[in-house]
């Protein structure tokens, strides 16, 4: 059983188009992150959510935790977006999901 | 301001060696844990350390052992490598458990041949 589901798992788009993943979970939490991994790379911290929404530059997280629900979108895209966002939710422990593989082309 | 640094980066063992994966964060954090990253699965938590002094069994704890050294510092240890042991490893730590941001390591990629 997956406590964490992203969808898409793979998602390829054009320089500028504006982009969504989605990440549903099953379990009682105290916060949700998404996660930024580039390929052989580290794990990168965007933001970590308990409700509402939150904006950084380009990106914008949004929860609802009524429906368990979230949503990372990238405005503008641009090809160093490319990596795997990861979504984690959790309180004493973290549940990971398996990761969206974002690719921008120029 | 380093924050988790992990060490080694990579590293190639054979089948039936041992060795530490060794994890430090300079932020003061009281937790800290251990995941494996395989393809497909996502991460997965081998042990944590909710506070210095204590450990606990994450979700695959089998053939690890771990040591919270002091506050900054928390070991993960393969005492006889198997091939099924071949994964991308990476410590994080949290102020406390509930609700803080969580800050990664830069992995260690682990081959057992």
């Known amino acids: 059983k997956n406590e964490v589901e992203q969808s898409p798992q793979n998602l390829t788009a054009q320089e500028g188009e504006f982009i969504t993943i989605n990440c549903s979970y099953s379990v009682g939490i105290s916060a949700l992150h998404w996660l930024q991994q580039h390929p052989g790379g580290g794990i990168v911290s965007l933001f970590m959510?308990?409700?509402g929404k939150k904006k950084h530059g380009r990106l914008i997280a949004t929860i609802n935790i009524q429906e368990k629900h979230s949503s990372l979108h990238i405005t503008a895209s641009h090809p160093r977006d490319s990596a795997v966002y990861i979504c984690a939710v959790g309180g004493n422990q973290f549940y990971f999901g398996t990761g969206t593989s974002l690719t921008v082309i120029p | 301001n380093a924050g988790v640094t992990q060490t080694p980066k990579f590293q190639v063992l054979k089948t039936g060696q041992s060795m530490t994966l060794q994890c430090a964060q300079d932020?003061?954090?009281?937790?800290m844990y251990w995941y494996r990253q395989d393809p497909g699965m996502g991460l997965r938590l081998i042990y944590y350390?909710?506070?210095?002094?204590?450990?606990d069994k994450g979700e695959v704890p089998n053939g690890y052992n771990v040591s919270r050294l002091n506050k900054r510092e928390f070991s993960l240890r393969l005492e006889s490598a198997a091939p099924s042991q071949t994964s991308v490893y990476f410590c994080a730590s949290t102020l406390t458990g509930r609700g803080t941001e969580a800050f990664f390591g830069q992995g260690t990629r682990l081959t057992v041949v």
């Open positions: 350390s909710a506070s210095e002094g204590t450990t």
């Open positions: 932020m003061n954090h009281n937790s």
């Open positions: 959510l308990s409700s």
